[in-house]
Nanobody
């Protein structure tokens, strides 16, 4: 079992920056792939960025060049640095932990943190 707690959301003006953090507890953090997803009102939850246990990353096209995901396996924390924020980045951002093999799959979600980009 993994518990995930996000923080760092808030209200920011267009062009501004925020850094989201997600602290994990309850299991071996380093073996999980970690991701950030977001869900805007009336829309589905979509992947924003993902980092594997080995440190490989991938991003949604809409955030490439603006967002950076990173992890600190000592602090059991994954970060999402968001720069050049746009109103369309407004959403609830969720942290995700995922681990799978051919015989099992484990997936956990945080409670979400609101990001609002508005002037």
């Amino acid at each position: 079992q993994v518990q995930l707690v996000e923080s760092g959301g808030g209200l920011v003006q267009p062009g501004g920056s925020l850094r989201l953090s997600c602290v994990a507890s309850g299991s071996i953090f380093s073996i999980y792939a970690m991701g950030w997803y977001r869900q805007a009102p009336g829309k589905q939850r979509d992947l924003v960025a993902r980092i594997t246990s080995g440190g490989s990353t991938n991003y949604a096209d809409s955030v490439k060049g603006r967002f950076t995901i990173s992890r600190d396996n000592i602090k059991n924390t994954v970060y999402l640095q968001m720069n050049s924020l746009k109103p369309e980045d407004t959403a609830v951002y969720y942290c995700n932990a995922h681990r799978s093999s051919i015989v099992y799959e484990y997936e956990y979600w945080g409670q979400g943190t609101q990001v609002t980009v508005s002037s």
